[in-house]
Nanobody, 122 residues
Framework: QVQLVESGGGLVQAGGSLRLSCAAS????????MGWFRQAPGKEREFVAA????????IYAESVKGRFAISIDRAKSAGYLQMNSLKPEDTALYYC???????????????WGQGTQVTVSS
């Protein structure tokens, strides 16, 4: 089992920044990649960004490229999502997940955190 705990969400004005954290514990060797997803009310969970646990490869959704940056701190068993130039449409519950492959599909992620709310006001 892998336990994931997100933090760092909050309320921010459009154009502002937030940094989300995802603390991992347990059998983290099962995690080849860490991904960030988000889910707005009434919508499906969507891919945001993912990174290999070694940090060598990353992928981003087109909607966040150039604004968001994903990173890993292996020593702390933690992942981060730096979000800049936030827009109201970024408002959602953000989840981190753990996968055995570096992919964008929700079903490939075996472990999930409880989510952290990000609200961007216009």
């Amino acid at each position: 089992q892998v336990q994931l705990v997100e933090s760092g969400g909050g309320l921010v004005q459009a154009g502002g920044s937030l940094r989300l954290s995802c603390a991992a514990s347990g059998r983290t060797f099962n995690c080849y990649a860490m991904g960030w997803f988000r889910q707005a009310p009434g919508k499906e969970r969507e891919f945001v960004a993912a990174i290999t646990w070694g940090g060598g490869s990353t992928i981003y959704a087109e909607s966040v490229k150039g604004r968001f940056a994903i990173s890993i701190d292996r020593a702390k068993s933690a992942g981060y999502l730096q979000m800049n130039s936030l827009k109201p449409e970024d408002t959602a519950l953000y989840y981190c997940g753990c996968s055995r492959v570096l992919v964008t599909t929700t079903r490939s992620y075996e472990y999930w955190g409880q989510g952290t709310q990000v609200t961007v006001s216009s």
